[in-house]
């Protein structure tokens, strides 16, 4: 009887002290939505041995050139010269390797080399809709397959919400307006971007216009706020 009756006692305190003891609380952390994409390009420059330069969203927005090939004609190794006798269709050498044949140049990861290797036709790539411009100066055929013996240059897009209305005016009677909508609409992101363009020229018979319109529709998993 003794026996029990201090099992029953032990049994007691030991429900008091778990009843005693507080539920410990958890601290439930909500980390932000993180997106991974895969990149061709590495973000550390010293990482690898070739050349590498970005050209950012700021830097473009900042520049007085009017095309995305006179904003490469800028960065050192480029060299932009006319053999059309259009100055809407430039050719681009990068250390002496010309952009339709032996630089692959890619938009959002589409191939935009034609394939007669022919030259590329910049004036169709609006400059308002870059995010940034990642440039390799050196071979990787490993990475974008052929005709990446001389370089590559990656141009990618931004997704934000924007609405933009610019107008440009320059020498030789150059004018560019440009219209631009981007927004989420649920999962699916959406922008149209128009713009026109005309110049006189410096030269006879160098007056030109032109007028783009581009579209991009992308799915999102998250809706981007």
Same mark, same amino acid.
């Given at each position: 009887m003794k026996k029990i009756c201090i099992i029953a006692v032990y049994l007691l305190l030991l429900a008091s002290s778990i009843k005693a003891k507080k539920t410990p609380t958890l601290n439930i952390i909500t980390l932000p939505l993180t997106t991974v994409t895969a990149k061709r390009l590495p973000d550390n420059n010293n990482l690898k041995s070739s050349a590498v330069s970005i050209i950012t969203k700021k830097e473009i927005e900042n520049t007085p050139?009017?095309?995305?090939?006179?904003?490469?004609?800028?960065?050192?190794?480029?060299?932009?010269?006319?053999?059309?006798?259009?100055?809407?269709?430039?050719?681009?050498?990068?250390?002496?390797?010309?952009?339709?044949? $032996?630089?692959?140049?890619?938009?959002?990861?589409? +191939?935009?080399? #034609?394939?007669? *290797?022919? $030259?590329?036709?910049?004036?169709y790539i609006?400059? +308002?809709?870059? #995010?940034?411009? *990642?440039?390799?100066?050196?071979?990787?055929?490993?990475?974008f397959g052929s005709g990446a013996f001389g370089g590559v240059i990656n141009i990618i897009t931004d997704k934000k919400k924007e609405?933009?209305?610019?107008?440009?005016?320059?020498?030789?009677?150059?004018?560019?307006?440009?219209?631009?909508?981007?927004n989420y609409l649920n999962n699916f992101y959406y922008s149209l971007l128009l713009n026109q363009a005309q110049e006189k020229g410096y030269r006879n018979k160098s007056d030109y216009t032109k007028a783009n319109l581009a579209t991009k529709v992308s799915y999102h998993e998250n809706n981007h706020i």
């Open positions: 050139q009017k095309t995305i090939a006179d904003i490469l004609e800028t960065e050192a190794g480029f060299i932009k010269y006319d053999m059309t006798g259009s100055r809407l269709d430039p050719t681009l050498s990068l250390r002496g390797f010309n952009t339709g044949k $032996d630089i692959v140049v890619v938009l959002d990861g589409i +191939k935009l080399n #034609e394939p007669d *290797e022919s $030259d590329l036709y910049w004036q609006p400059e +308002k809709n870059i #995010e940034r411009i *990642e440039i390799l100066k050196s071979a990787d055929s490993s990475v609405s933009l209305l610019d107008c440009q005016v320059g020498n030789y009677g150059y004018t560019k307006k440009t219209l631009k909508i981007a």
